[in-house]
């Protein structure tokens, strides 16, 4: 049972340039979410998704997209890599579309440098 | 707005004394209680938690946190730490009410455990 996995485990961007973090889990969860890790600042929410064709924004949504064609992957976009962007970036999953008691799954972390 | 605070970035103890890493949320509505624990280079992973009954929770490891409602506090300890458990510990605060919210988890700062031999 691998849980959530995320690609890839480090990258390097020059400003301008786009990419996409993977993330998938094998646990059948609604509810995936995106989250970046910056020193001193906690977990902060970007985007989340309660299900296939269904996301929404978190706190810190701009210069993000996602989208979920299915259960399983829930890909993040950077359109356009801005140096701000630089971050250790979380997926996470969780049972239950509305479950507030369910734990949350970590994926191992993203870690990126926009140069 | 649920706001959750770790009051301290940084605890260093020597191996074997006591800990407590404290936390602190606003909310205006029910709450669950997290504390997640992130080893160096790891993801977060779940510690302990508190959704009801017993307002002292106690994880496999020896910690221990109790939820007090009345100074809206979960404040984590262990009476003696190793080196092992060095680590970055965050509080989270999963709000709930009828008819709403998706449960959307709050975290803290986080608070930088370090044990020295």
């Known amino acids: 049972n691998a849980g959530v996995t995320q690609t890839p485990k480090f990258q390097v961007l020059k400003t301008g340039q786009s990419m996409t973090l993977q993330c998938a889990q094998d646990m059948n969860h609604e509810y995936m979410s995106w989250y970046r890790q910056d020193p001193g600042m906690g977990l902060r929410l970007i985007h989340y998704?309660?299900?296939?064709?269904?996301?929404d924004q978190g706190e810190v949504p701009n210069g993000y997209n996602v989208s979920r064609s299915t259960t399983e992957d829930f890909p993040l976009r950077l359109l356009s890599a801005a140096p701000s962007q630089t971050s250790v970036y979380f997926c996470?999953?969780?049972?239950?579309?509305?479950?507030?008691?369910?734990?949350?799954?970590f994926g191992a972390g993203t870690r990126l440098s926009v140069l | 707005a649920q706001s959750v605070t770790q009051l301290d970035s940084q605890v260093p103890v020597f191996e074997e004394a006591p800990v407590e890493l404290r936390c602190n949320y606003s909310?205006?509505?029910?709450?669950?209680l997290f504390w997640y624990v992130q080893y160096p280079n790891q993801g977060l992973q779940l510690l302990l938690k508190?959704?009801?009954?017993?307002?002292l929770v106690k994880s496999i490891n020896g910690f221990e946190a109790e939820f007090n409602k009345s100074q809206t506090s979960f404040h984590l300890r262990k009476p003696s730490v190793h080196i092992s458990d060095t680590a970055e510990y965050f509080c989270a605060v999963s709000e709930w009410s009828r008819g709403s919210t998706l449960g959307r988890l709050y975290f803290g700062r986080g608070t930088q455990l370090t044990v020295w031999p």
């Open positions: 909310s205006s509505v029910s709450v669950y």
């Open positions: 996470a999953s969780r049972r239950g579309r509305a479950s507030p008691k369910n734990i949350q799954y």
């Open positions: 508190y959704l009801s009954g017993s307002t």
């Open positions: 998704s309660v299900g296939a064709g269904i996301t």
